[in-house]
């Protein structure tokens, strides 16, 4: 033990995880707040999470955020579970606890829901059925969260069925799972529309789903965030829909991490926006 008051430690652990905007973002919360602290990058390999895990506290870390391909396997090294992580069945934001337990969390479904409800106020979940495309990681977290804010019916689908259907065994009667080839049909009078596949990012194939059963009173939003408008959010803008980009979510769910870790609810704003696409 140090009898000296050690500078509060932070991190992402991934691999790989140099692409990250996680540092970005808490560098500029830490020197926003004029917090004495750091957050950094750790690319750590599947064999290695274990023993990372136990040492990183008496290095001085408080705690970190996990990404691909740590985010599920980490439950199983947690010593304590919030009912949301384990309901996901995953992980993103991890604390040391001062009794030494490592406790799992899960923001990605907080993250969503807060930036629609921060760009698009006017939202009404409960206002109609939500398209969900995708059935992978993430589409878990948004799955769950729709469910919570009380969206009467989830349209879900995905390019490997079985894992849709996984989701609605495992989720319940309010998803429907549809065909991927007849996704755009799906889109009929719903409140809310959302794509949660890694198509329209940088560098993978685009989205092509026909989009013209999307109603104008819709609000449509992006996981993705590189590019920041995808064709899938362009579609919708064009048709008169209300847009939410990606980047949101992102800021969101690393709030409540940085307010346990180092003790300030920081502020999702556009100068937060600003910072993590400059850097
Ligand atoms: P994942 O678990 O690997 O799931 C990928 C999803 O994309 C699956 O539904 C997969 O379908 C689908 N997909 C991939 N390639 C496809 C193709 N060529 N055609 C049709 N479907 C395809 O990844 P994830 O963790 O859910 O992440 C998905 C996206 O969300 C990524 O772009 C990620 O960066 C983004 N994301 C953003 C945030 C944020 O804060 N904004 C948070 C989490 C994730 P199959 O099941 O058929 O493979």
Same mark, same amino acid.
């Given at each position: 033990?140090?009898?000296? &008051?050690?500078?509060? @430690?932070?991190?992402?652990?991934?691999?790989?995880?140099?692409?990250?905007?996680?540092?970005?973002? #808490?560098?500029?919360?830490?020197?926003? !707040?004029? $917090?004495?602290?750091? !957050?950094?990058?750790?690319? $750590?390999?599947? =064999?290695?999470?274990?023993?990372?895990?136990?040492?990183?506290?008496?290095?001085? +870390?408080?705690?970190?955020?996990?990404?691909?391909? #740590?985010?599920?396997?980490? @439950?199983?090294?947690?010593?304590?579970?919030?009912?949301?992580?384990?309901?996901?069945?995953?992980?993103?934001?991890?604390?040391?606890?001062?009794?030494? %337990?490592?406790?799992?969390?899960?923001?990605?479904?907080?993250? +969503?829901?807060?930036?629609?409800?921060?760009?698009?106020?006017?939202?009404?979940?409960?206002?109609?059925?939500? =398209?969900?495309?995708?059935?992978?990681?993430?589409?878990?977290?948004?799955?769950?969260?729709?469910?919570?804010?009380?969206?009467?019916?989830?349209?879900?689908?995905?390019?490997?069925? &079985?894992?849709?259907?996984?989701?609605?065994?495992? +989720?319940?009667?309010?998803?429907?799972?549809?065909?991927?080839?007849?996704?755009?049909?799906?889109?009929?009078?719903?409140?809310?529309?959302?794509?949660?596949?890694?198509?329209?990012?940088?560098?993978?194939?685009?989205?092509?789903? &026909?989009?013209? =059963?999307?109603?104008?009173?819709?609000?449509?939003?992006?996981?993705? !965030?590189?590019?920041?408008?995808?064709?899938?959010? %362009?579609?919708?803008?064009?048709?008169?829909?209300?847009?939410?980009?990606? @980047?949101?979510?992102?800021? #969101?769910?690393?709030?409540?991490?940085?307010?346990?870790?180092?003790?300030?609810?920081?502020?999702?704003? =556009?100068?937060?926006?600003?910072?993590? @696409?400059?850097?």
């Amino acid at each position: 033990m140090t009898d000296h &008051p050690r500078i509060p @430690l932070a991190g992402v652990i991934g691999s790989p995880v140099a692409h990250s905007r996680s540092p970005a973002l #808490h560098g500029y919360w830490l020197r926003r !707040y004029g $917090i004495a602290g750091a !957050y950094v990058p750790l690319d $750590i390999a599947q =064999a290695d999470l274990r023993d990372v895990l136990a040492a990183l506290p008496k290095a001085g +870390f408080v705690g970190c955020n996990v990404t691909i391909p #740590h985010k599920e396997s980490v @439950l199983q090294i947690a010593d304590v579970v919030t009912d949301r992580a384990a309901l996901i069945g995953a992980a993103n934001t991890l604390i040391f606890r001062k009794d030494g %337990k490592l406790h799992a969390d899960n923001t990605d479904g907080y993250g +969503f829901i807060a930036n629609l409800r921060q760009q698009a106020p006017f939202w009404a979940p409960a206002a109609g059925p939500a =398209a969900v495309f995708g059935a992978g990681g993430a589409a878990r977290a948004v799955v769950a969260s729709l469910l919570e804010v009380g969206v009467p019916e989830i349209r879900l689908t995905n390019r490997t069925r &079985p894992r849709a259907e996984a989701l609605r065994a495992e +989720f319940g009667a309010r998803i429907v799972v549809h065909d991927w080839v007849q996704a755009g049909a799906m889109l009929e009078d719903v409140a809310t529309a959302v794509n949660t596949t890694s198509l329209g990012m940088t560098g993978k194939p685009e989205f092509l789903a &026909p989009m013209d =059963a999307l109603p104008q009173t819709a609000v449509v939003t992006d996981l993705v !965030y590189t590019p920041l408008k995808t064709r899938f959010l %362009k579609t919708a803008e064009e048709m008169g829909c209300t847009t939410v980009d990606g @980047l949101g979510m992102l800021l #969101h769910q690393a709030a409540p991490g940085f307010e346990r870790w180092f003790g300030q609810r920081p502020e999702v704003d =556009a100068e937060t926006r600003a910072a993590v @696409l400059a850097g």
